[in-house]
């Protein structure tokens, strides 16, 4: 059983400009959410996605967007990157069941830096 | 407003000692309460967690307390171990809701 795997694992970019992070999920996981942690600080919930659509998102500006692919992997996209977007951003997988969620499993996180 | 406090920011423990860490919710239709070790460059694992029907659950060497009453729980470590230096994160969610609040965490060390 694979578990959840990020990429890239270390990013730098400049204010401004765009950035993709991609997840795959463990296996059997349905839906996968991204947080956003800070140093020093617990995660933010960012967004959730199940069956391929947006399901729930935290008080993050619509610069922040993602997807779920048929695979149920996912990518989250930031534009416009500002210095505060500077974070480990994690990737959680789940198994969602009659409507109730599972327990989230972590990948290791991509650590964006933007000067 | 934080929905989950966290305390203390740091805590340094001598090995075989007790590593106590507290949280506090606000949200009373909270209704799952687990906790998460995360090592430097590593994501957050569950270690172990609690609903509110129960006011204590043991797995090994760590406990959760939970005062439903008092909105709070709290992780217990039993003989601390140089292995458990890590940060702990308490998290709190409602039922049928995808979103987990995280408290900010704390840094244990464990000196041998």
């Known amino acids: 059983e694979t578990g959840v795997t990020q990429s890239p694992t270390h990013l730098i970019k400049t204010r401004g400009q765009q950035v993709t992070l991609r997840c795959s999920s463990q296996?059997?996981?349905?839906?996968v959410s991204w947080y956003q942690q800070a140093l020093g600080q617990g995660p933010q919930f960012i967004f959730q996605?199940?069956?391929?659509?947006?399901?729930g998102r935290g008080n993050f500006p619509p610069r922040f967007s993602g997807l779920q692919f048929p695979n149920y992997s996912s990518e989250l996209n930031v534009n416009a990157l500002e210095l505060d977007d500077s974070a480990l951003y994690l990737c959680?997988?789940?198994?969602?069941?009659?409507?109730?969620?599972?327990?989230?499993?972590f990948g290791e996180g991509s650590r964006l830096t933007v000067l | 407003q934080q929905q989950v406090k966290q305390s203390p920011q740091s805590l340094i423990v001598q090995k075989g000692g007790i590593s106590i860490i507290n949280c506090a919710y606000e949200?009373?239709?909270?209704?799952?309460f687990p906790w998460y070790q995360q090592f430097p460059g590593k994501g957050p694992a569950l270690l172990i967690a609690?609903?509110?029907?129960?006011s204590e659950k043991k797995e090994g060497r760590f406990t959760i307390s939970f005062n439903k009453s008092a909105k709070q729980f709290s992780l217990h470590i039993m003989d601390s171990q140089p292995g458990d230096s890590a940060t702990y994160f308490c998290?709190?969610?409602?039922?049928?809701?995808?979103?987990?609040?995280f408290g900010s965490g704390t840094k244990l060390n464990v000196k041998p």
């Open positions: 998290a709190a969610k409602r039922n049928n809701f995808n979103k987990f609040y």
């Open positions: 996605y199940y069956r391929e659509e947006e399901n």
């Open positions: 959680a997988s789940s198994l969602k069941e009659q409507g109730s969620d599972g327990e989230l499993f």
């Open positions: 949200n009373t239709a909270f209704d799952y």
């Open positions: 296996s059997g996981h349905n839906t």
């Open positions: 609690i609903r509110p029907d129960v």
